[in-house]
């Protein structure tokens, strides 16, 4: 049900049944390295390029989702999904080996909540019983398309940000044991002009912050109501902007109970600058850490909000702003039977 | 130029971004300089002793020990980049050691490694360049500028 102009409520409240979640060696040394279900020891996944390995990744993550669901791969109804590579490959070519369906999506580093609202909305009208849905994004594949060779030697700004190598898919349905869905705000584009693609993080804030408050506004609810606001991917810098814009607005929004993925993802002291990014950013922290909380009841109340920054290598080269863009969706344990 | 694109922003997307250039982190210029004082430094020594190297222990002279010297330099680049280690010095060292020769081989080396998935004419030939590129060709045009500036001051310039 529309709400407002861009916010959707799902009546039926749609289940994340269950998360699949695969990342590279450098994640798994990380916070949260026992939130994910596979860890690889190293980013290669044994295949002849990374973007080979990318896909693999996402194949896994799959195949995971639906272990422990206990669902084979002709029960998956769609499988929405995206990542970073042109025409988003990895995304199709995996989706090749799943068979079923598919709707590809391209939201940059916000894809995970993208298809995650899309998925809710599906299957809230009953248009499906199982959804499979989730973004992925490989370091090095990631940074050969967008930046320079993996190896080049140049000094990279402290606003710069690391892609995640993960990947985090969700298996939604009408009916079964999980947080729920409960409503998603669709974002809009924000292009406050900025043009240095080594400060994303700067450069989403805006964006993270337009779509946080319209869901707020549109769903007429205090930010207390959350227990945890995740963005993510705004790093160091996004974060601490977006918060001084929500305390010009006037928005309420408690520091401790603000926080991102990118900044979760990494241990202390791992050389990520400003923090992490990339579409599997998102994808990995939130179905395999923040569910896992929710789960374990740490968390109730959680409102994701994945950030986007759209632009391309050629964009950036011709001297054009960043485009921006955060999709939020809510999900909520379900009263009594979940605990 | 900073002035003519200022300009084509709407008065919202100019105040967000000072709002923002504040609470950006800026990069540590002077600390920057100095790493990259030390790291060129580092890096030039050691061609200096290979060429004294060539000198002392080669029939080379001051003159032709320099052809050795760099193949020498781009040859441990090279490795150093085949390693994964070069990227980590230059996050360091940043100009200090993208200046020097070795910066030059990393920036062919990586491209080249990078791209051998896509095969050895598209990948390899068709990439290896790709950052290299402008340097050779900028070097060798302003190259040519200097040297017609040169020739026309010594032939009627009377230098």
Known sequence: ?339 | MSNKKKKKLTPVQQEYQAFQDQRETKRPVFKNCMKAFLTGGIICLIGQAIQTFYIYFFDFTDQTAGNPTVATLIFISMLFTGFGVYDRIAQFGGAGSAVPVTGFGNAVISAAIEHRTEGFVLGVGGNMFKLAGSVILFGVFSAFVIATIKTILITWGGL
Not at chain 1, 150 to 168: D, I, L, M, N
Not at chain 1, 189 to 215: K, Q, R, S, W, Y
């Open chain 1, 1 to 339: 049900m529309l709400t407002g102009h861009r916010t959707w409520i799902f009546d039926k409240k749609p289940v994340i049944i269950s998360t699949g979640t695969v990342v590279g060696p450098f994640e798994g040394k990380g916070n949260l390295a026992r939130d994910f279900d596979l860890i690889h020891g190293e980013i290669w996944l044994n295949q002849d390029s990374f973007e080979k390995a990318h896909q693999v990744m996402l194949e896994e993550a799959c195949q995971k989702a639906m272990e422990k669901a206990n669902l084979q791969k002709d029960q998956i109804q769609f499988f929405l999904g995206g990542d970073l590579i042109n025409q988003i490959t990895p995304t199709s070519f995996a989706t090749r080996t799943l068979g079923s369906p598919y709707l590809g999506l391209f939201g940059a580093c916000s894809t995970s909540m993208e298809g995650l609202a899309l998925s809710a909305f599906l299957v809230n009208y009953n248009g499906a019983k199982y959804i499979l849905t989730g973004a992925s994004s490989h370091n090095a594949a990631v940074e050969k398309q967008f930046r320079y060779p993996t190896e080049y030697g140049g000094q990279k700004p402290p606003t710069a940000q690391w892609t995640v190598t993960g990947t985090g898919v969700a298996l939604v349905s009408p009916m079964g044991k999980g947080p729920q869905v409960t409503s998603a705000t669709i974002g809009r584009i924000v292009d406050m002009g900025l043009t240095d693609p080594f400060n994303m993080g700067g450069a989403m804030a805006p964006a993270a912050v337009d779509t946080i408050e319209a869901h707020l506004k549109e769903r007429n609810v205090d930010p207390s109501y959350y227990d945890l606001i995740v963005t993510g991917d705004l790093g160091h810098i996004g974060r601490e902007v977006s918060l001084d814009l929500f305390k010009k607005h006037g928005t309420p929004i408690k520091e401790e109970n603000y926080q991102d993925c990118g900044l979760l993802i990494y241990r202390e002291g791992q050389p990520v600058l400003a923090g992490a990014s990339g579409a599997g950013c998102s994808a990995s922290v939130v179905y395999g850490h923040i569910l896992n909380r929710m789960k374990k009841g740490e968390l109730n109340r959680v409102l994701v909000v994945a950030t986007g920054a759209l632009l391309s290598p050629l964009s950036f080269q011709q001297k054009e702003s960043i485009p921006c863009i955060a999709h939020a969706v809510s999900i909520e344990n379900g009263g009594e039977e979940q605990v």
